[in-house]
């Protein structure tokens, strides 16, 4: 079934169509559009507008101060802010930690975070992989000891996206070592200014501080920060991981870079005209465009059939690895458009602190970077190729 766009749909989508052009503040808008790097400010500063609107938690239910859209406006909601060029409200808190604890958590942890993560006070990040638990999740070993009113934990997490700014960590540790690997792990949350916490950088190939090594030396952690029952972790784990895959399409921001791409080749010359009118080049595009196409009418499809009551499943998989493998094609387009433009690294212009490139092309410049960043996406959220085991064995029954 496709997804039929209602008149109110319609008007919905110009509601906040004018609202975004009137309250993105430019320099934000200007550093997506161009690819430069966000700083905590910025991405903190967008969550906190939404959130005054009421707009930072589009998938909330009323009660809890989200706006109740239906799964049709959310999908316009995330169209609408990829064309614009709005930074991505961070998924920790918001579409993450959130839908669990409305789930599992108790009252207190409900009024105490929800609020919080709506307005965007606190800044969450996710503890799950560790060194060798990463697709293999339930071996994770990060320990943790009930000693009286606390637990102890001991352990390192890996990969911790912005950890380094975060506030809150949802975390899995394993409080039953004897059981079953699944049946052994506890999903708590942990205030990162806890002493014994240590958060060291790693350095992606785009010399980026995106992610973080966490080390937890004998942590105490309240007993009232444990979600749910102790040892039913997996279970909560899981519902999370449901929520991590949905929007991970991203076909609003794909159409905003197909746009992008096609500027640049524009303006490229090969034999004297432009790129984008190489026989061989756009046949490239084309071939990315028609795959975008079919992947925004299946996302359209996957949320009619969810409109309708049924859960999103396993077809999220589907939309993980096809929007990931189109956020790739179009980078490399990029950087074969615009070859050794792209050379020159300025981390200071991709930081906003230079206002011009130092190789020259201001379009250019970012986009190796921008590059060697997106090779993550087929990675994480569940690798690529986890998410064609889920296919296989969810979907075709092998
Ligand atoms: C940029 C980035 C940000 C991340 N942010 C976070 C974060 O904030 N919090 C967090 O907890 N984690 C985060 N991760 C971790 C991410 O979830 C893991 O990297 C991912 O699950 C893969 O695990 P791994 O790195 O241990 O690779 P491995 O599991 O060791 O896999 C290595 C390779 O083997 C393949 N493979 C493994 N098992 C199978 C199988 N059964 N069948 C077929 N192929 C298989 C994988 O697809 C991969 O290609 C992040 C990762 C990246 C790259």
Not at 224 to 242: D, F, H, I, M, Q
């Amino acid at each position: 079934m496709d997804l039929d766009y209602t008149p109110a749909d319609d008007a919905f989508r110009a509601e906040i169509r004018a609202w975004l052009e009137a309250n993105l503040p430019r320099a934000l808008r200007e550093k997506v559009l161009n690819h430069k790097r966000l700083t905590r400010d910025d991405i903190a500063s967008w969550h906190k507008l939404l959130g005054q609107r009421g707009w930072s938690a589009p998938a909330w239910p009323v009660e809890w101060g989200g706006p109740g859209w239906t799964e049709t406006q959310r999908h316009i909601w995330d169209a609408e802010c990829g064309r614009i060029g709005a930074p991505m409200v961070l998924p920790f808190g918001v579409s993450m930690v959130a839908p669990v604890l409305m789930k599992y958590g108790n009252e207190a942890q409900k009024r105490r975070y929800l609020p919080r993560i709506l307005s965007g006070e606190d800044w969450w990040c996710q503890g799950y992989s560790e060194p060798g638990s990463g697709s293999d999740l339930a071996s994770l070993r990060t320990r943790a000891v009930r000693e009286g009113d606390h637990y102890v934990v001991n352990g390192q997490k890996t990969w911790t996206t912005l950890g380094q700014h975060a506030d809150m960590m949802f975390c899995l540790v394993r409080t039953d070592p004897a059981a079953k690997k699944q049946e052994g792990i506890s999903f708590i949350l942990i205030d990162m200014k806890t002493p014994g916490i240590t958060v060291r950088p790693i350095i992606t190939l785009d010399e980026d501080h995106e992610v973080n090594e966490v080390f937890f030396e004998d942590v105490k952690v309240p007993v009232e920060n444990l979600v749910g029952e102790e040892n039913r972790g997996w279970t909560y784990a899981k519902y999370l991981l449901g929520h991590e895959r949905t929007g991970i399409a991203r076909v609003g921001a794909s159409n905003r870079e197909l746009a992008f791409l096609k500027g640049v080749a524009l303006k490229q010359k090969k034999h004297g005209k432009p790129l984008l009118e190489d026989p061989v080049f756009a046949a490239r595009v084309a071939a990315v465009e028609i795959e975008l196409m079919a992947l925004e009418v299946t996302a359209e499809r996957v949320i009619a059939s969810t409109s309708n009551g049924r859960g999103p499943g396993p077809e999220a998989s589907m939309l993980k690895i096809k929007g990931t493998e189109i956020q790739q094609a179009l980078t490399e387009l990029m950087v074969d458009a615009v070859g050794p433009l792209a050379a020159p690294f300025d981390p200071a212009f991709l930081e906003g602190e230079h206002a011009h490139a130092a190789g020259g092309d201001d379009d250019a410049a970012p986009l190796a970077a921008y590059y060697f960043n997106y090779r993550k996406t087929s990675i994480y959220g569940g690798s690529n190729e986890i998410q064609k085991n889920i296919i296989s064995q969810m979907i075709l029954g092998i």
